[in-house]
């Protein structure tokens, strides 16, 4: 829009120049291609059971909100167990705080949401800031469960969570890996301090080896020279065997517990399994050696969504306090771990994968019309891989 201004050769000028600061200003500004309003999508408009679910074409396509952001076509997707609990409500309470740190929308305004955080894709659209990655990009991504999810067409992320896709893996592998991977890096790595240079030799337990975590950190582990011990079920031993676990506890023989005081003590512990694992596992550290229990499975989500947020985050606070002094004091240390978004740590999964260290593990393959069918699937549990989401017509 032109301003009037007088008329004559300053006039002109002045016209001129406010009409070409407009084009350029408008064109910086352009977060969205605005050819797209809407997206197929499934969706949950309230928490609940499976019923839930519900297919639409006119979910609102996303936007770049943020310099910093990335519009993602997505290929694939893979379902984990947290997009089972959180259709079922688990972590209402804490996510919100997190989407909405200063209550200024109201209650429900997460719905429609869009679940999945696993994706393999392309690069649509990039934000002003963002160098790394160009439009044609093959990337993957976990998106934090604070954001939309990938059971979509497309999806926004932020770069620092984006990472280019291996070479050596189709979509549908690829998008298998990036939330177990960060949920087991940050485990292992973050919070638990092992990498590729303090690994070798040591003895590592993963209790509840035949899960997604536990499949990726038998992978990890070995490709860094740890001697690896996993829990599992007979049926799945000669699976986890193939991935290169040196030993392997069957937990439907006799008692976990018992079978492990038959072996010599470990430097590391990962649990997947939580409830009263924890009373005994922490006796099958070395003490006074810096071995270390990391546990994925915690009370915080379930704290604040049966305290709220300030209550919930203090008494979480102090129980994981408690729990370190104690142990602490026999020589053991104790931590909790949770799912953390990185771009930086999926770089370094993938040139694993590049370098064929590391492999996706696929179950079953479901298309994006059948996406109620795989959360039943998921819900049986005892999965030997992961279920993908395939989206046709890419």
């Known amino acids: 829009m032109l301003f009037p201004v007088s008329s004559g050769l300053l006039g002109k000028t002045v016209g001129i120049g406010v009409h070409l600061f407009a084009k350029g200003f408008s064109r910086h500004i352009t977060t969205s291609s605005c050819k797209q ?216 023989a006799r008692s976990v517990e018992g079978q492990l005081k038959d072996l010599q003590p470990f430097d590391f512990i990962l649990d997947n399994v939580g409830g009263h694992t924890e009373d005994w596992a922490l006796s099958r550290l070395k003490p006074w050696s810096g071995a270390t229990y990391v546990t994925l499975v915690t009370p915080f989500m379930f704290n604040v969504d049966r305290l709220g947020v300030a209550d919930g985050v203090l008494r979480s606070g102090a129980t994981i306090g408690s729990k370190v002094l104690k142990h602490l004091s026999k020589g053991v240390h104790y931590r909790w771990a949770l799912f953390t978004p990185s771009g930086p740590s999926l770089d370094e999964v993938t040139k694993l994968v590049d370098a064929r260290k590391i492999r996706p593990v696929v179950e079953k393959i479901f298309p994006f019309s059948e996406v109620p069918q795989a959360f039943l699937k998921m819900e049986r549990g005892h999965a030997r891989g992961k279920t993908v989401i395939e989206r046709t017509g890419k």
């Open 37 to 252: 309003t809407v997206m197929p999508a499934w969706v949950i408009d309230k928490y609940g059971n499976n019923s839930m679910l519900r297919f639409t074409k006119d979910s609102l396509f996303p936007i770049i909100h943020y310099p910093n952001e990335v519009i993602i076509k997505v290929h694939a997707c893979s379902l984990n167990p947290i997009d089972v609990t959180m259709r079922n409500g688990y972590g209402a309470i804490a996510l919100r705080m997190k989407r909405d740190p200063l209550h200024l929308k109201a209650a429900g305004s997460e719905f429609p949401m869009i679940l999945g955080r696993d994706v393999s894709g392309v690069i649509m659209e990039t934000g002003l800031d963002v160098s790394y990655f160009k439009p044609g990009d093959e990337v993957w991504a976990a998106v934090p469960p604070w954001k939309q999810g990938t059971l979509a067409e497309f999806v926004v992320a932020s770069a620092n969570e984006v990472a280019h896709k291996p070479k050596e893996l189709s979509h549908n592998q690829a998008a298998t890996l990036p939330y177990v991977a960060l949920t087991t890096w940050s485990a292992l790595v973050t919070t638990g301090g092992l990498s590729k240079d303090n690994c070798s030799g040591k003895r590592v337990l993963i209790l509840g080896g035949s899960g997604g975590v536990g499949t990726f950190a038998t992978q990890l582990l070995k490709a860094w020279g740890a001697h690896v011990t996993a829990t599992c079920s007979a049926d799945a031993c000669s699976f986890l065997r193939d991935l290169g676990a040196d030993h392997l506890v069957d937990y439907q």
